[in-house]
């Protein structure tokens, strides 16, 4: 089993930064990759970055491109979205996952909300 804990949501106004935390634990040499996702009210679930668990190697969802960066601090078993110039539309609670496959995890955190006032 992997437990993931995310931190650092918030309300921020448009144009601000905010970076999430995602700690992870258990089973942590099981981990191949983490990744966010978010979901506002009444829309489905989006994918918005993720990181690889050995090679680093960085996937980041067209929406955010530019704007949103994810790292990884393997000794603190912490991932890292840096999010910049933060829209309204950015608001949702935001989900960090591991062993993302198709777009599908096992492994879940209970979320964070972050809003975006304009």
């Known amino acids: 089993q992997v437990q993931l804990v995310e931190s650092g949501g918030g309300l921020v106004q448009a144009g601000d930064s905010l970076r999430l935390s995602c700690i992870t634990s258990?089973?942590?040499?099981?981990?191949?990759?983490v990744g966010w996702f978010r979901q506002a009210p009444g829309k489905e679930r989006e994918f918005v970055a993720a990181?690889?668990?050995?090679?680093?190697?960085?996937y980041i969802a067209d929406s955010v491109k530019g704007r949103f960066t994810i790292s990884r601090d393997s000794n603190k078993n912490t991932v890292y979205l840096q999010m910049n110039s933060m829209k309204p539309e950015d608001t949702a609670v935001y989900y960090c996952?591991?062993?993302?496959?198709?777009?599908?995890?096992?492994?879940w955190g209970q979320g964070t909300q972050v809003t975006v006032s304009s």
């Open positions: 996952a591991a062993n993302i496959v198709a777009g599908r995890s096992a492994f």
């Open positions: 258990g089973r942590t040499g099981s981990v191949s990759n």
């Open positions: 990181i690889g668990g050995s090679d680093y190697s960085t």
